[in-house]
């Protein structure tokens, strides 16, 4: 810009007073400083100048992280505060930038000699106050047309700020576990579903929702008691007043919301519908899919896109040998990329088919790096369709008119092609060729033999509901097994397979996962056999397992890159496992020698 904007006299002084004055101040930033450690999640302390003095204790709210990341934010800028708030933090008073306007681009000349606000860290508290520089102005109003001197911004004036009954209301980004009171008016992003658990100290259940304002948003969890109090009541989409909730720093690695800190919900917190909803929507920090390169795996983004395809939920089984739903989709947007992104849990079994086409805005979507740029959402984050956006209805725009009909880029690094259904592979091509990096995965066949069995965990228990297909696995009550899905209860479950084995060719071996139907008929004996056994007969038990050892199969496999908990893994499940046809398999090696001979 050509100009160098005029700093508002007086802003230091008013901005550093409990209850800062809405109109808006014009400062400089002489110095930003990254005071967080953790990727993706940084806080940015900022020391401001109106010329005459300066104010080292500023911080910018999350959501303006962007301009720091872009560098369009940088030491010297000349900003307009339009929204800000100082709070008390051991006996010193820190101001929380929680909206801006950039007024200069690249760096501009320090203006004055500021001194430190007194009383502010670093500041004599006897230093006189200094005389403002012949470059700062007095504020100018509006609805004058030409510039006017007008009187000082002086704290007494400053409207007082918004109580809930006699307690102040904080925003988001300004509340700490070392305030003693306080009560925020924070909008429901997003609710998990009831989840139970089982430790040490018995049962238990819990749920988290993400709460936000205009200043950022942060995770709370309820547990036990707390649960059966608020998961009725709080509802995505309203406004609550929040307070008495325990604060602790956030665990980044599972926490994906912009505070630093994480709410406990118990039975003495206190939460109350706001009835006039003044809080505003959702602030997306939007990243175009051309932009991925630039963001670190597992750093979490805001993007706005449409959604291209859409695929079956699955179900893994992890770790801990509980099952998990998933689901992808593939997005794309004005960009001209697609990316995958994977649903986890409560969001792949909300968000199916009736998600085709539609623009989609996602906050807290974390970023991974599998096979190029992936995206993965669980329900922390919030998923909004067709949001009253303006980049939402520019997108909805572009792509009725063109996008629909475009071929994107994608950030695939490699991988078979899932076209080529059940192509005949040796094992060792899985690693070789790099299968299972493509979108929807490559579908191949083997032919092998089993070499051992995984009899630890080789069935679960499943919904027994003679109704429907719910393969679900249920959880043990006193009364017998529940399944969460359906709300039932049973007597007995209905128990499934889920085999692993270490199938080997000539080329190497490899692991792969037998579903129900399937190890049936290799096992001859059902799956609630197989239990009946293993808890009264556990010689028969293994040995219905030894007798498919060292058998060879013809094994048809989906063979995909999958992530869970940020950890990749190639896993290969069976779609059928057969007897060999050897007459078929015999003409196959033909093939394959006929084809050795040809190169």
Not at 157 to 164: L, W
Not at 217 to 241: H, K, M, S
Not at 415 to 426: A, P, T, Y
């Given at each position: 810009m050509s100009s160098v904007p005029p700093l508002t006299q007086g802003a230091v002084t008013v901005a550093n007073e409990p209850n800062p004055p809405t109109p808006p101040i014009v400062v400089q930033v002489l110095n930003i400083k990254a005071i967080s450690s953790v990727p993706g999640q940084e806080r940015y302390r900022i020391i401001i100048s109106d010329g005459a003095l300066k104010l080292i204790l500023a911080m910018l709210s999350t959501p303006l992280n962007a301009l720091v990341i872009g560098e369009k934010l940088v030491k010297h800028s000349i900003i307009r505060l339009t929204k800000y708030t100082a709070n008390a933090v051991a006996s010193k008073r820190l101001l929380i930038v929680l909206s801006m306007d950039l007024l200069t681009e690249g760096e501009v000349p320090k203006i004055g000699t500021p001194i430190a606000f007194p009383g502010d860290a670093g500041a004599e508290s006897s230093a006189p106050p200094a005389q403002p520089s012949p470059q700062v102005q007095p504020v100018k109003t509006p609805m004058q047309p030409a510039p006017q001197p007008v009187k000082q911004l002086v704290p007494q004036?400053?409207?007082?700020?918004?109580?809930?009954?006699?307690?102040?209301?904080?925003?988001?980004?300004?509340?700490?576990?070392?305030?003693?009171?306080?009560?925020?008016?924070?909008?429901?992003?997003s609710k998990s579903a009831i989840k139970r658990f089982k430790n040490q100290k018995g049962e238990g259940k819990l749920f988290s929702?993400?709460?936000?304002?205009?200043?950022?948003?942060?995770?709370?969890?309820?547990?036990?008691?707390?649960?059966?109090?608020?998961?009725?009541?709080?509802?995505?989409?309203?406004?609550?007043?929040?307070?008495?909730?325990?604060?602790?720093?956030a665990n980044k690695q599972w926490n994906t919301a912009s505070s630093s800190y994480e709410m406990t919900l118990d039975t003495s917190t206190v939460i109350e519908p706001c009835l006039d909803g003044s809080v505003p929507g959702l602030r997306y920090n939007i990243i175009e899919f051309s932009r991925l390169t630039e963001v670190e795996p597992n750093n979490v983004i805001d993007c706005v896109a449409i959604v291209k395809e859409v695929g079956e939920m699955q179900t893994i089984l992890t770790k801990k040998q509980t099952q998990l739903e998933k689901r992808d989709i593939v997005l794309v947007d004005q960009s001209m990329y697609s990316v995958r992104c994977t649903l986890w849990g409560q969001q792949a079994e909300k968000y199916g088919q009736n998600i085709q086409d539609v623009v989609i805005a996602m906050k807290g979507v974390k970023v991974g790096d599998y096979g190029g740029r992936t995206l993965s959402i669980s329900d922390g984050a919030s998923i909004v369709l067709n949001p009253d956006l303006p980049e939402a209805h520019r997108l909805r725009g572009w792509y009725d008119e063109h996008g629909s009909h475009q071929h994107f880029q994608t950030f695939s690094s490699g991988?078979?092609?899932?076209?080529?259904?059940?192509?005949?592979?040796?094992i060792i091509d899985i690693t070789e060729q790099n299968l299972g990096f493509s979108e929807k995965g490559d579908y191949i066949t083997i032919v092998g033999t089993i070499m051992h069995v995984r009899t630890e965990n080789a069935m679960y228990p499943a919904c027994a509901?003679?109704?429907?297909?719910?393969?679900?696995?249920?959880?043990?009550?006193?009364?017998?097994?529940?399944?969460?899905?359906?709300?039932?209860?049973?007597?007995?479950?209905?128990?499934?397979?889920?085999?692993?084995c270490a199938v080997a060719d000539a080329t190497g071996q490899t692991w792969v996962t037998i579903f129900d139907e399937d190890a049936q008929r290799i096992i001859g004996k059902s799956a609630n056999e197989m239990a009946h056994l293993k808890e009264y007969n556990e010689t028969d038990y293994k040995a219905a397992f030894d007798q498919i050892q060292l058998q060879q199969y013809t094994f048809k496999c989906r063979v995909k890159n999958e992530v869970y908990q940020d950890e990749a893994k190639v896993r290969i499940t069976c779609s059928s496992v057969e007897p060999i046809d050897e007459v078929a398999y015999s003409k196959e090696l033909i093939k394959m020698l006929s084809d050795v001979r040809l190169h």
């Open positions: 004036q400053a409207p007082k700020m918004e109580k809930h009954g006699d307690q102040p209301v904080f925003k988001v980004a300004t509340i700490n576990p070392y305030q003693n009171k306080w009560t925020i008016k924070v909008r429901v992003i929702v993400t709460l936000g304002d205009e200043s950022g948003d942060i995770r709370a969890t309820a547990f036990g008691d707390a649960v059966e109090i608020f998961y009725n009541l709080l509802e995505e989409g309203q406004v609550f007043y929040v307070s008495k909730a325990a604060l602790k720093n991988g078979g092609s899932s076209d080529k259904k059940n192509e005949s592979k040796n509901n003679p109704s429907n297909t719910c393969n679900k696995k249920v959880i043990q009550t006193a009364g017998g097994w529940r399944c969460e899905k359906d709300d039932m209860e049973f007597p007995n479950p209905r128990y499934r397979y889920i085999v692993s």
